[in-house]
């Protein structure tokens, strides 16, 4: 982790780290983000960047560790992008609970390590609001043979 972590603002943090929050594309069958009373609800978010998916493939087969991990860095990235959407400003952000899907084989067992790249991520940026709930599940596909998704539910500080 970043020793900046509690320093500056969360815009900062992700401009130290050399990062950008994406535009998401629209899509017309679901919005990228719901709220419920103080609840924030993000819906499952790909590893896309600029319209491209970056990686397909199961993990343990195709998919090396290290590249799951790094994917699911991006499909967090995109998770916090939606998060902006709803609340305006990345430092009123804070992450309540995440939920990591990674498409891998049945005996790969190492989906928390995977998880794990997603949720440091998150404490780099945003400090302790980005301390979460979590849980980290091997699935047998997802959407577009994507190695990774994350569904998250926020709330506005």
């Known amino acids: 982790m970043t020793s900046a972590v509690n320093t ?5 943090r992700l401009k130290a780290l050399g990062l950008d929050l994406p535009v998401l594309a629209s899509n017309p069958y679901y ?10 609800h993000i819906s499952g978010q790909l590893p896309y960047r600029d319209g491209e998916l970056l990686g397909q493939g199961i993990v343990g087969r195709e998919v090396e560790l ?5 994917l699911a860095r ?3 990235l995109n998770a916090l992008a939606a998060a902006v959407q709803a609340v305006g400003d990345l430092d009123r952000v804070r992450i309540v609970q995440m939920l990591v899907f990674v498409a891998s084989t049945p005996d790969f067992g190492l989906q928390s390590r995977v998880a794990n790249a997603a949720s440091e991520l998150l404490i780099e940026v945003l400090g302790e609001n980005g301390r979460h709930a979590r849980t980290a599940i091997g699935v047998a596909g997802l959407p577009l043979n ?12």
């Open 66 to 70: 290290e590249t799951a991990r790094e």
């Open 31 to 40: 919005v990228d983000h719901r709220t419920v009373g103080s609840s924030i």
């Open 8 to 12: 500056g603002s969360a815009s900062d």
């Open 74 to 76: 991006h499909a967090a």
């Open 146 to 157: 994507s190695p990774v998704e994350i569904q998250m539910v926020c709330t506005a500080v």
